[in-house]
């Protein structure tokens, strides 16, 4: 096994078993799209601890991204996750920056939505983290720079929202640590990702963006708009690895 996975393991018992933490990912395929969006479109999704990144005047950042977890330490799973960037609120925090160099490039992503493949990954990432997950099928093609994925209703028959097409004039660049918020038991946690690998960063894509409707990540996706926005940034990659620390 590599250095990198060198951190020692805990057993933490889930209402689907028993899992390690931290979770190692030993091969992570991934492709992610960011969007511009309404800063008050953001406000509806975010809780009264954090408040939008705001990347110029009535401005924020909104992420939808698709994973494939070919190999982990809690098994084989896709997931996908839309995200918000934000910063704690400077009415409950003292510490309000929305970057934080030392831990990641990134600013800090609340996430709105993760739906996942397999029941364990739901139990360890709800009772661990509180990341808002559901079990849904999730369809994930990553063939060089052309990508279709997708998320389905439970029962397969209706589409609830699918990122496809090709990126183009991409730089390769290391893959960065990922910072997200999520609210357990109603305390904000801010949990560091670290990623290896390289990703490619494509400012240019032909992209296609559908989502459904009649289910609450659509209704989501509906409120930010994307229906209408084309992705300003679109990194992806292959054969990554992550550590979800505990």
């Known amino acids: 096994m590599s250095d990198y996975f060198k951190e020692p393991q805990h057993p933490v018992n889930t209402r689907q078993g028993e ?3 931290p979770i190692f990912y030993y091969n992570t395929a991934c492709v992610f799209a960011s969007f511009v969006v309404d800063t008050c479109a953001t406000r509806q999704l975010l809780p009264a601890v954090l408040e939008p990144v705001v990347i110029a005047p009535g401005k924020s950042l909104a992420t939808v991204a698709f994973f494939q977890y070919t190999d982990s330490s809690v098994g084989a799973y896709n997931e996908m996750g ?4 934000a910063r704690p609120s400077r ?8 970057w934080h160099p030392l831990q990641s490039v990134m600013p800090g992503m609340f996430i709105v939505d993760l739906p996942v493949t397999t029941a364990i990954a739901y139990a360890a990432g709800r009772e ?3 990341y808002p997950k559901i079990v849904v099928p ?6 060089g720079s052309v990508f279709d994925c997708k998320v389905l209703a439970a029962d397969r028959n209706d589409l609830l929202c699918q990122l496809r097409g090709q990126a183009q004039a991409a730089i390769p660049l290391f893959a960065p640590d990922l910072l997200t918020y999520t609210l357990r038991d109603g305390v904000l946690l801010r949990t560091v990702i670290r990623m290896r690998g390289r990703m490619q960063h494509s400012l240019l894509s032909r992209v296609e963006w559908q989502q459904g409707q009649n289910h609450h990540l659509c209704d989501h996706l509906q409120v930010l708009g994307l229906q209408q926005q084309r992705p300003v940034l679109l990194p992806y990659g292959q054969g990554l690895q992550a550590i979800l620390p505990a």
Not at 82 to 85: D, Y
Not at 91 to 98: D, G, K, P, S, V
Not at 138 to 143: A, E, K, T, Y
């Open 19 to 21: 899992i390690a933490l």
């Open 138 to 143: 999730i369809d994930f093609s990553l063939r």
């Open 91 to 98: 009415h409950h925090f003292h510490n309000t920056a929305a």
């Open 82 to 85: 839309l995200a918000i960037a």
């Open 128 to 130: 661990c983290w509180g």
